[in-house]
């Protein structure tokens, strides 16, 4: 049983870690843009279907993850620019019904692409197998996503926290008006931080390409759980998207070896449970 316990604790860790990407690019378009972004999820699901599409084409899997951040994040581009700025400054609901439409879009334009049956992929030779730790068994391609996983997002908060880009962008974030009467393009930094959200999307959707394969609706169900770590974590907050990624990756996972019927519904209770304690979320500010 611990043994059990052990390797559910681990693979949570992991997959809480795909979790905490996805939120962590809607976490940054929250802050930048103040909206949830809608087509999050049905980003995510593009860039799993631009990854299967790189690696049948012969790339290698690595070329295929840069190929789905970098078409999800053009894919933002064209969002932003044939879309979200023309409801922008229309407030809060117009833009949240124009991202679901959008969403509803991408999905029936995957449909059109791809067809309607699922894709899967194996991973590479490389990353098959499994990695003793001792106490349990770590597939070797888990290991590699939640490595991946956690140096994309160790690098994006770096350029955030740590870069003149990312001053500018916190600027932009807080004192627009301010940041704009200084010289500073602040419409350049909204479309540079929507398209590394999209873009952080694509990835996660292509790393658990291996792992979910590829469908057409598989952005919805991500999208729910984006949004529940984006709420537990604290809206807009880069810390809170990646501990509650995590948190939520691991409840899951070893709900899955209590009772497996509810491992899903588990992490609703969560996020209740913080809620009725700490509204803002773990992270965010009153």
Known sequence: MLWLVSAQLVNGIAIGMIYALMAFGL????????????AHGALYALGAYLCYSAVSAGLPFPAGLFVAFAGAALAGLLLD??????????GYLPQLITLFGAALVIEQLLLIGWGTIGLSYSPPELLRGSIDLGFTLVPRYIAFASLCSALVISAVWLLIERTRF????????????????????VDLLL????????????????????????????????????????VIGGLGSLYGAIAAGLMVGVVQSLMTVAAPAASTAIIYLVMIVILLVRPQGLFGER
């Open 81 to 90: 620019r044939l879309v979200v700025r023309f409801v922008r400054a229309g």
């Open 27 to 38: 976490s940054i378009i929250k802050g930048m843009l103040n909206i949830p972004n809608f």
């Open 191 to 230: 479309i540079a931080g929507m398209m590394l959200g999209a873009g952080l999307a694509g990835l996660a959707g292509g790393l658990a390409l291996p792992l979910m394969g590829a469908t057409s609706t598989m952005g919805g169900d991500m999208m729910a759980i984006a949004f529940v770590v984006l």
């Open 166 to 185: 990312g001053a500018w962008v916190r600027a932009g974030i807080e004192r627009p008006e301010m940041t704009q009467s200084l010289g500073i393009n």
